[in-house]
């Protein structure tokens, strides 16, 4: 066999293992995209998963707690029924939101 053709079956069966081993975890994210959504207002200052404002960089940056403009994945369903200081109506929102003014 020359050397050319081993390289190229090398390169191809190492090609479909990483494909065959990286289905699980695409399949997990998955179930977690599905079982979860994005709750604002909600984390505490440095402990949201993403999306933290200007001036931040993405998970463990809120500068407050229960920053509006950062997220928490919580499971579906919970999000506005779980206890924001910040937003209008008290609980955690789908979407960013102003928040309100202390007082």
């Known amino acids: 066999m020359n050397k ?7 390169a191809l069966a190492l090609g479909a293992a990483l494909t065959v081993a990286a289905a699980p975890a695409a399949a997990a994210d ?4 599905m ?3 994005h709750c604002y207002g909600v ?4 402990k949201n998963d993403c999306k933290a404002g200007a001036g931040t960089t993405c998970a463990g940056t809120s500068k407050t707690d229960h ?6 994945a919580v499971p579906k369903g919970t999000c506005e029924k779980t206890v924001s200081k910040t937003s209008p109506t ?7 939101f102003k928040p309100k003014m202390a007082g």
């Open 30 to 33: 998955d179930k977690m995209s």
């Open 90 to 96: 008290g609980y955690g929102q789908l979407k960013e």
């Open 4 to 10: 050319t053709m081993t390289a190229a079956s090398l």
């Open 67 to 72: 920053q509006a403009n950062a997220f928490l």
């Open 43 to 46: 984390a505490l200052k440095g």
């Open 35 to 37: 079982d979860k959504e």
